[in-house]
């Protein structure tokens, strides 16, 4: 509504002055302004610095908002609005670790991937089982995860591959060892070659590198950890589930220095892909109900919806983009107010120019559109060069921060910043001119002729 109101007056008010410049009158004043400013250039273009710094400053930070909030849309985006996810929490205090065994038993179970099944809105399931593990490759090292799942994997992450495949249904049919390595593990395990076809070594088991991830940029918690933090992907080699339940079966060992400890989890996480987003949380709801009836602990699993999610991200958006378009608009006011005070000192400097026009038959309306076009020249000017420096900004410092600092900057043009921080310019012309206008028209003939 706001917008419309907006593009209405836009409308009006252009046309009223389109009106005014096609006459010849208001082509002389046009002229008269133009001359004026001409004249007097550097005042001129110090009177507009205000308003190229606002309009820079709407532009760029309305680009940089909308770029950060456009990667965290993305970043919920990449789980799926019409995703459940649900992951294993290991309890603070596990009634089933002893003192003698160590070993936490908790989290989903096959048994609960298969009574999924049972709710009919459901139309795919990914398990995953998720563990760190060492990955060798020679006398090199590197420390990350290991994700057991299908190669449905892919329908419900977005990933993209640098060379080779990802899983297949025979890798997991046929218990394969085969392995995709994330790029941070590729880098390091083989910095000078050529990682597809050769082997790496997990715990005992050799397995065939058949394709390499690119990078990819880390999310919170979109992987399958039970953590809510940011988990940086690159560092995960991904195997088939049912090679990974032969070769290491329910437990999983983590020896640290100077402890030993074990967990047994069928599945550290199940995505479920839900036929229609108004199902969503119906079946959010179902799901809670089926793992608190057969889980006895209660609090050994976590339900996550990222429809919830993306609607809370996307209203912050728009409570961000408000708040931004407010902060950048101060500086269009205050470089309004360097328009009216240079306005209010040019109508004193003039004044016998304008007794002499008034003399000459010149009436107030003439002189206040004379003025006025002269304000509003200025800050049009003034917008049209901010919106160039402000596009200059947004294109050209994200490659600089990347190049110069290895920094990811992310910025995406507003086009609404670029459409309302002209117009606000113009009107900012408008409103801020009028007084001056208003003044210089009112003066007296006689008394402005005598004006030294």
């Known amino acids: 509504m706001i917008r419309l109101l907006t593009v209405l007056f836009a409308i009006a008010f252009f046309t009223l002055l389109i009106t005014q410049l096609v006459s010849d009158k208001g082509r002389r004043s046009l002229v008269l302004a133009l001359r004026s400013l001409w004249l007097h250039k550097l005042r001129a273009m110090l009177s507009v610095l205000g308003i190229i710094i606002g309009t820079l400053s709407v532009i760029t930070l309305m680009a940089f908002g909308e770029g950060s909030m456009h990667d965290a849309l993305e970043d919920i985006k ?20 002893t003192r003698r065994t160590r070993i936490a038993n908790y989290g989903l179970t096959y048994a609960d991937y298969e009574r999924f099944l049972t709710v009919n809105s459901i139309v795919r399931r990914v398990p995953m089982r998720i563990f760190p593990q060492e990955i060798r490759n020679l006398e090199r090292k ?85 953590s809510q933090s940011a988990e940086d992907f690159n560092n995960d080699v991904y195997i088939p589930l049912h090679t990974c339940k032969v070769r290491y079966g329910e437990r999983i060992f983590i020896r640290q220095p100077g402890s030993f400890s074990g967990e047994q989890v069928e599945l550290s996480q199940v995505t479920l892909t839900v036929a229609d987003m108004d199902q969503v949380r119906p079946t959010g709801a179902v799901i809670r109900d089926l793992l608190e009836r057969f889980h006895q602990k209660g609090n050994d699993w ?27 608009s101060i500086s269009l006011l205050v470089g309004g107010i360097g328009i009216m005070n240079i306005m209010l000192a040019t109508v004193t400097e003039r004044t016998r120019e304008i007794g002499i026009r008034r003399a000459l038959g010149a009436k107030r309306r003439d002189i206040t559109m004379q003025f006025l076009i002269e304000a ?18 947004v294109f050209l410092i994200p490659p600089l921060a990347q190049w110069l600092f290895q920094a990811h900057l992310p910025a995406q043009v507003n086009v609404d910043s670029i459409f309302y921080s002209v117009l ?12 001056p206008a208003w003044k210089a028209s009112r003066l007296d003939p006689i008394e402005a002729l005598r004006h030294e």
């Open 78 to 97: 990449r789980q799926g609005a019409t995703n459940i996810i649900i992951r294993s929490v290991k309890p603070p205090d596990d009634s089933s670790t």
């Open 142 to 226: 590197h420390n990350g995860r290991v994700v057991a799942t299908l190669p449905e994997y892919v329908d419900v992450n977005t990933i993209d591959l640098a060379c080779g495949r990802f899983l297949n249904e025979d890798d997991d049919r046929y218990m394969l060892n085969v392995v995709v390595l994330g790029s941070k593990v590729a880098d390091r395990l083989f910095p000078f070659g050529d990682p597809l076809g050769q082997s790496v070594r997990l715990d005992k088991y050799f397995y065939k590198v058949i394709g390499v991830l690119r990078d990819r940029m880390p999310t919170g918690a979109a992987g399958g950890t039970s």
């Open 302 to 328: 976590a339900v996550t919806v990222p429809l919830d999610r993306l609607e809370e991200a996307e209203r912050a958006k728009d409570r961000f983009t408000r708040l931004l378009a407010v902060i950048a």
């Open 376 to 393: 509003v020249v200025q800050t049009s000017v003034g917008g049209m060069i901010g919106v160039v420096f402000g596009l200059g900004c």
């Open 424 to 435: 606000v310019s113009i009107g900012v012309g408008v409103v801020f001119g009028l007084y």
